[in-house]
């Protein structure tokens, strides 16, 4: 119980001072408002109160509180707002205390069913129900009508002008009312005869074309569809509005006259026919393209091993050849040795024989000079040799040497 009492105690504490903190701020606030706050003339909210308030922009300003401010400043004059027509400029001009309103005539919005296609843009737009499509051509209801050209500036073929009340009436007054229907199909030939007045169409390229579906989502014919990330436009509904064509980030949409439209359509469409027999023929020759590969393939393989079995072959008759040189060259060496070792043997025997002969030599002549050695030594000594003695002694040597 003792710690119940406590938390709240504590959570009590809490309350208190986050309550005192958030009235102190609300004061500061509060003062800090009355001290910075940027005070309106009561003028300038007095015209914002003649202001009809529907912020359609006709006037060229962002709502009726820029409207009000620059009439306040003298930028813009007292019948600036559209919408208010001269009852509301005058109410103004009575709070700025101008005396001489400026006479302006009501503006209107006035659309050229020559050049309107029917997208219901300027339906959708007006913020008066002003605007009605009756038999893809926009029509303006004068006594609705506020003139505050929303319309004219949302219309893709500037088929919408803003012109005076009694210059919209008089030309509406002018424009046929029952048989503008039943006379469109009889122009049609005329239009294809002069291609200056032939409709126009939104024709897509497809190179371009990234299929973001934007053309497809703001078609409001229901005439552009993507498939396979390509946009084609459906050319019996079209209208040629260009609605696509403002909406395309990639600026791929274009109008043309209806007729080059069509052709190049058809043109599409007998290539999407073609595409399957294209496809067949590629895929026909991407066949063959394999299939000639696969046999050069083969006759390579066969190439190579045919070159391999002459490769070894020459490689073999090149082994033979290298061993019957080797063979002849063993036999040439073996008789080249043969012979040399005959011819060493047949010197070793003449120079054996030479060497005999030259001892017997030796001898004899070893016996001769001993036998003459004995005979001197016998011989009474009669005095010395003369030189004729000497020459017939050397040569008598000589002969028994040879």
Same mark, same amino acid.
């Given at each position: 119980?003792?710690?119940?009492?406590?938390?709240?105690?504590?959570?009590?504490?809490?309350?208190?001072?986050?309550?005192?903190?958030?009235?102190?701020?609300?004061?500061?606030?509060?003062?800090?408002?009355?001290?910075?706050?940027?005070?309106?003339?009561?003028?300038?909210?007095?015209?914002?109160?003649?202001?009809?308030?529907?912020?359609?922009?006709?006037?060229?300003?962002?709502?009726?509180?820029?409207?009000?401010?620059?009439?306040?400043?003298?930028?813009?004059?007292?019948?600036?707002?559209?919408?208010?027509?001269?009852?509301?400029?005058?109410?103004?001009?009575?709070?700025?205390?101008?005396?001489?309103?400026?006479?302006?005539?009501?503006?209107?919005?006035?659309?050229?069913?020559?050049?309107?296609?029917?997208?219901?843009?300027?339906?959708?737009?007006?913020?008066?129900?002003?605007?009605?499509?009756?038999?893809?051509?926009?029509?303006?209801?004068?006594?609705?009508?506020?003139?505050?050209?929303?319309?004219?500036?949302?219309?893709?073929?500037?088929?919408?002008?803003?012109?005076?009340?009694?210059?919209?009436?008089?030309?509406?007054?002018?424009?046929?009312?029952?048989?503008?229907?039943?006379?469109?199909?009889?122009?049609?030939?005329?239009?294809?005869?002069?291609?200056?007045?032939?409709?126009?169409?939104?024709?897509?390229?497809?190179?371009?074309?990234?299929?973001?579906?934007?053309?497809?989502?703001?078609?409001?014919?229901?005439?552009?569809?993507?498939?396979?990330?390509?946009?084609?436009?459906?050319?019996?509904?079209?209208?040629?509005?260009?609605?696509?064509?403002?909406?395309?980030?990639?600026?791929?949409?274009?109008?043309?006259?209806?007729?080059?439209?069509?052709?190049?359509?058809?043109?599409?469409?007998?290539?999407?026919?073609?595409?399957? =027999?294209?496809? $067949?023929? !590629? /895929?026909?020759?991407? +066949? #063959?393209?394999? *299939?000639? &590969?696969? @046999?050069?393939? %083969? =006759?390579?393989? $066969?190439? !190579? /091993?045919?070159?391999? +079995? #002459?490769?070894? *072959?020459? &490689?073999? @008759?090149?082994? %033979?050849?290298?061993? $019957?040189? !080797? /063979?002849?060259?063993? +036999?040439?060496?073996?008789?080249? &040795?043969? @012979?040399?070792?005959?011819?060493?043997? $047949?010197? !070793?025997?003449?120079?054996?024989?030479?060497?005999?002969?030259?001892?017997?030599?030796?001898?004899?002549?070893?016996?001769?000079?001993?036998?003459?050695?004995?005979?001197?030594?016998?011989?009474?000594?009669?005095?010395?040799?003369?030189?004729?003695?000497?020459?017939?002694?050397?040569?008598?040597?000589?002969?028994?040497?040879?």
């Amino acid at each position: 119980m003792i710690v119940m009492a406590f938390n709240f105690v504590a959570v009590l504490k809490a309350t208190l001072v986050v309550g005192i903190v958030g009235l102190l701020i609300g004061i500061v606030l509060g003062f800090a408002g009355s001290i910075f706050e940027v005070k309106k003339d009561e003028k300038e909210e007095k015209i914002r109160a003649c202001l009809p308030g529907n912020n359609c922009g006709g006037c060229g300003y962002p709502g009726c509180d820029g409207c009000a401010h620059a009439i306040f400043l003298g930028e813009a004059p007292v019948n600036q707002c559209p919408v208010g027509g001269p009852k509301v400029a005058a109410e103004i001009a009575k709070v700025m205390g101008v005396a001489d309103v400026p006479k302006t005539e009501a503006r209107k919005a006035y659309v050229r069913k020559s050049d309107c296609v029917g997208c219901t843009l300027c339906e959708k737009t007006c913020a008066f129900d002003s605007v009605h499509v009756v038999n893809k051509k926009a029509t303006v209801d004068l006594d609705t009508c506020k003139g505050c050209g929303a319309c004219a500036a949302k219309c893709p073929k500037k088929a919408i002008d803003l012109m005076d009340e009694s210059k919209a009436r008089e030309l509406f007054a002018a424009e046929p009312k029952a048989a503008a229907p039943a006379a469109e199909p009889a122009k049609a030939p005329e239009a294809k005869a002069a291609p200056a007045g032939e409709p126009q169409k939104a024709y897509v390229h497809k190179e371009n074309c990234v299929g973001c579906t934007l053309c497809q989502k703001n078609c409001p014919f229901d005439s552009v569809h993507v498939e396979n990330r390509k946009a084609t436009v459906n050319q019996e509904t079209c209208m040629g509005c260009g609605v696509c064509a403002s909406k395309c980030p990639k600026k791929t949409i274009e109008l043309m006259d209806a007729s080059k439209a069509k052709a190049l359509a058809d043109q599409e469409a007998a290539a999407a026919a073609a595409a399957p =027999a294209v496809e $067949a023929v !590629k /895929a026909e020759a991407g +066949k #063959a393209v394999e *299939a000639a &590969k696969a @046999e050069a393939g %083969k =006759a390579v393989e $066969a190439a !190579k /091993a045919e070159a391999g +079995k #002459a490769a070894e *072959a020459v &490689k073999a @008759e090149a082994a %033979k050849t290298v061993e $019957a040189v !080797k /063979a002849e060259a063993a +036999k040439t060496v073996e008789t080249v &040795k043969s @012979e040399a070792t005959e011819a060493v043997e $047949a010197a !070793k025997v003449q120079v054996a024989e030479t060497a005999a002969k030259a001892e017997e030599v030796v001898e004899e002549a070893v016996k001769e000079v001993k036998m003459h050695g004995r005979t001197a030594s016998a011989r009474p000594l009669q005095g010395a040799p003369g030189k004729k003695n000497k020459r017939e002694h050397a040569k008598s040597i000589n002969q028994k040497r040879v």
